[in-house]
């Protein structure tokens, strides 16, 4: 038996409707027959992959999408039932399902917490109904505490709210107002993005008419979080995402510390050591066949390992592992990188212990601006050009 753990992600990529600024892969307005196709064929996936990791534990798994709940309490037993089928999962393992504030019902609720998931993350986005309409989501704020409360009542403890930051039309004021909603429901977890402009989404398309918060009212948005989620108690541990100690997200520490976890379901991505695996994101396909719609990259080579691990950890606050780093790729991150991380640390985004060099709270701000200027150095040179950031 390895006695490394792996992690397992299951998309399930299904919604109401299409949010205006969303790139996932996500169908709205699928039928119950498709779903439970597609539950049938995510079962099979899980069947056949499994057989190949008999000797790993699986200590976190993530429903994400898409809106996991849009699958019927019954399929979402099945799921859970065909996981603990065919592989060994530990007893205390974290089982997280994103869920829609409007999606969430008594039957899922209880269909999910009785069948071992154990943390619930909620798309709250924001607390403003204008604010929602525009991003084109299904919900309104008033759902969000009637949702939190059933969570509450089957037994969920751990929770998350996603908020976002930069919505058009958003103020200062409209940002606090949304922070002040998602705290009053004392969640454990809170992860905060900034709206990115995808392109091929609808907001892309009217990207030059947005009334996007300008650059300072973002600015006091972030310092404002800060603020108030320190005083709150929550640990800052990585860029976008706050937890009150314990509940840190243990299934997405495993992204950034580049862990291994199994992906399963259209567009899910896999990484076992050095071997990336992903599928398509076509869901026709995955229903017909999903063994055939995954595929392999070839193994990463050692530059690409060590360009992701400059890239993932340092979103963590407490960042680069010296000697890790040095056991996997036979020299020091600090000494290596010497001559670009200087002027960070100097100009205090940078912060380094005896054995780690994390980004400080404006470090992460400018996190773009560090990993551009440490990429970009002449010691960088060894990593894969193709990926220079
Ligand atoms: S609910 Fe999430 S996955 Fe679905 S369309 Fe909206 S942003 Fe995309």
């Given at each position: 038996?390895?006695?490394?753990?792996?992690?397992?992600?299951?998309?399930?990529?299904?919604?109401?409707?299409?949010c205006?600024?969303?790139?996932?892969?996500?169908?709205?307005?699928?039928?119950?027959?498709?779903?439970?196709?597609?539950?049938?064929?995510?079962?099979?996936?899980?069947?056949?992959?499994?057989?190949?990791?008999?000797?790993?534990?699986?200590?976190?798994?993530?429903?994400?999408?898409?809106?996991?709940?849009?699958l019927?309490s019954?399929?979402?037993?099945?799921?859970?039932?065909?996981?603990?089928?065919?592989?060994s999962?530990?007893?205390?393992?974290?089982?997280?399902?994103?869920?829609?504030?409007?999606?969430?019902?008594?039957?899922?609720?209880?269909?999910?917490?009785?069948?071992?998931?154990?943390?619930?993350?909620?798309?709250?986005?924001?607390?403003?109904?204008?604010?929602?309409?525009?991003?084109?989501?299904?919900?309104?704020?008033?759902?969000?505490?009637?949702?939190?409360?059933?969570?509450?009542?089957?037994?969920?403890?751990?929770?998350?709210?996603?908020?976002?930051?930069?919505?058009?039309?958003?103020?200062?004021?409209?940002?606090?107002?949304?922070?002040?909603?998602?705290?009053?429901?004392?969640?454990?977890?809170?992860?905060?993005?900034?709206?990115?402009?995808?392109?091929?989404?609808?907001?892309?398309?009217?990207?030059?008419?947005?009334?996007?918060?300008?650059?300072?009212?973002?600015?006091?948005?972030?310092?404002?979080?800060?603020a108030?989620?320190?005083?709150?108690?929550?640990?800052?541990?990585?860029?976008?995402?706050?937890?009150?100690?314990?509940?840190?997200?243990?299934?997405?520490?495993?992204?950034?510390?580049?862990?291994?976890?199994?992906?399963?379901?259209?567009?899910?991505?896999?990484c076992?050591?050095n071997?990336?695996?992903?599928?398509?994101?076509?869901?026709?396909?995955?229903?017909?066949?999903?063994?055939?719609?995954?595929?392999?990259?070839?193994?990463?080579?050692?530059?690409?390992?060590?360009?992701?691990?400059?890239?993932?950890?340092?979103?963590?606050?407490?960042?680069?592992?010296?000697?890790?780093?040095?056991?996997?790729?036979?020299?020091?991150?600090?000494?290596?990188?010497?001559?670009?991380?200087?002027?960070?640390?100097?100009?205090?985004?940078?912060?380094?212990?005896?054995?780690?060099?994390?980004?400080?709270?404006?470090?992460?701000?400018?996190?773009?601006?560090?990993?551009?200027?440490?990429?970009?150095?002449?010691?960088?040179a060894?990593?894969?050009?193709?990926?220079?950031?």
């Open positions: 038996m390895c006695s490394e753990t792996i992690g397992i992600y299951l998309h399930i990529p299904f919604c109401l409707q299409k205006r600024y969303c790139d996932f892969c996500s169908y709205p307005g699928r039928d119950a027959a498709e779903k439970e196709a597609f539950t049938e064929a995510l079962c099979r996936e899980i069947r056949h992959v499994a057989p190949l990791y008999r000797d790993r534990t699986v200590d976190t798994l993530f429903f994400g999408g898409g809106t996991p709940t849009l019927s019954d399929e979402l037993r099945r799921i859970c039932a065909c996981l603990r089928d065919c592989f999962i530990l007893p205390d393992a974290e089982w997280t399902c994103e869920a829609n504030p409007a999606t969430l019902d008594d039957t899922r609720c209880h269909a999910l917490r009785t069948n071992g998931v154990n943390r619930l993350s909620i798309g709250m986005q924001s607390a403003s109904d204008a604010e929602l309409a525009c991003l084109g989501r299904v919900h309104r704020a008033s759902d969000l505490p009637p949702a939190v409360a059933l969570a509450r009542k089957h037994g969920f403890t751990n929770i998350n709210l996603d908020l976002m930051m930069g919505i058009p039309c958003q103020t200062l004021a409209s940002f606090s107002d949304s922070l002040d909603a998602a705290l009053s429901l004392a969640p454990a977890h809170l992860s905060v993005y900034s709206l990115q402009i995808e392109p091929g989404t609808p907001f892309f398309a009217q990207k030059d008419a947005l009334p996007l918060p300008d650059e300072d009212t973002e600015e006091a948005m972030y310092a404002l979080l800060l108030r989620l320190h005083a709150e108690g929550f640990r800052h541990y990585e860029i976008s995402n706050f937890a009150k100690e314990p509940a840190l997200c243990r299934h997405n520490l495993r992204y950034w510390l580049r862990k291994d976890y199994l992906g399963f379901g259209p567009a899910a991505h896999g076992v050591g071997r990336r695996f992903y599928h398509s994101a076509d869901l026709s396909s995955y229903i017909r066949d999903p063994v055939a719609s995954r595929r392999e990259d070839p193994p990463l080579l050692p530059g690409e390992i060590e360009y992701e691990t400059i890239l993932l950890a340092l979103r963590t606050d407490r960042g680069i592992d010296e000697i890790a780093f040095s056991e996997a790729f036979g020299h020091g991150f600090r000494s290596c990188y010497a001559a670009a991380l200087a002027p960070f640390r100097d100009a205090g985004l940078l912060c380094c212990s005896e054995r780690y060099t994390a980004l400080t709270e404006r470090g992460m701000r400018l996190s773009n601006t560090v990993l551009a200027g440490i990429f970009a150095s002449d010691a960088a060894h990593l894969f050009p193709a990926k220079i950031y």
